[in-house]
């Protein structure tokens, strides 16, 4: 029962330094997204997988990297962090996306990764 | 692509108390309208959803309701209970392409007791 997994939970980098979130998902499902959250801004998406070897920039994408590395993992790297990327990251999870009336739009999201960039 | 505008962002009510929540959207070929909730230090949890081929949906105390011809849909939680509080987001299709959404800034629901 574990659904969406993110690693780590908290984490403070310095200005310039490079990290990895990790997220992995046990529902064998297709298409994965990474969104943040600030305060007063709701919830934006950065990039998203619609299934495994596939990915697509969404609306603030500048300043990350995607990797799918298999149908379970989707991970978001910062190769030099700013004070602009200080935001909460989310993953979700959905079973099989699609076009139009055809979407699934069911997401389930991850416990989220608390990033302080100093 | 859509702009989802979310109203009012806190409300406040007493517990027994009904509370609404309204959102806008611009794009009149969106057709599906989720509603999440994020309780304190835990991801957004989907807890209903409205497609455009119907104009309400209810699910115990929760309903939405959806206007196509305004272009507005809302969130209405009867009977509130202190375990309601939490944020709150609605969020329409990106209508950009593949499955993905575009969220409104959320509202802080506090239910005091």
């Known amino acids: 029962n574990a659904g969406v997994t993110q690693t780590p939970k908290f984490q403070v980098l310095k200005t310039g330094q490079s990290m990895t979130l990790q997220c992995a998902q046990d529902?064998?499902?297709?298409?994965m997204y990474w969104y943040r959250q600030d305060p007063g801004m709701g919830l934006r998406l950065i990039y998203y997988s619609a299934s495994e070897g596939t990915t697509d920039k969404g609306e603030v994408p500048n300043g990350y990297n995607v990797s799918r590395l298999n149908k379970r993992e989707f991970s978001l790297r910062l190769e030099s962090a700013a004070p602009s990327q200080t935001s909460v990251y989310f993953c979700?999870?959905?079973?099989?996306?699609?076009?139009?009336?055809?979407?699934?739009?069911?997401?389930?999201f991850g416990s989220g990764t608390r990033l302080t960039v100093v | 692509g859509e702009n989802v505008e979310q109203h009012p962002s806190t409300l406040s009510v007493q517990e027994g108390d009904s509370a609404v929540i309204k959102c806008t959207y611009s794009?009149?070929?969106?057709?599906?309208f989720p509603w999440y909730k994020q309780e304190l230090g835990k991801g957004p949890q989907l807890i209903i959803d409205i497609r455009s081929n119907v104009g309400e949906k209810k699910d115990q105390r929760i309903a939405v309701t959806l206007n196509k011809t305004a272009k507005h849909f809302s969130l209405h939680i009867t009977e509130t209970q202190p375990e309601d509080s939490a944020v709150y987001f609605c969020?329409?299709?990106?209508?950009?392409?593949?499955?993905?959404?575009?969220f409104g800034k959320g509202t802080m629901l506090l239910v005091s007791p």
């Open positions: 979700a999870s959905t079973g099989t996306g699609g076009y139009g009336i055809t979407a699934n739009y069911g997401y389930t």
């Open positions: 794009d009149s070929a969106s057709n599906y």
């Open positions: 529902m064998n499902h297709n298409s």
């Open positions: 969020a329409a299709p990106r209508n950009s392409g593949y499955s993905t959404l575009t």
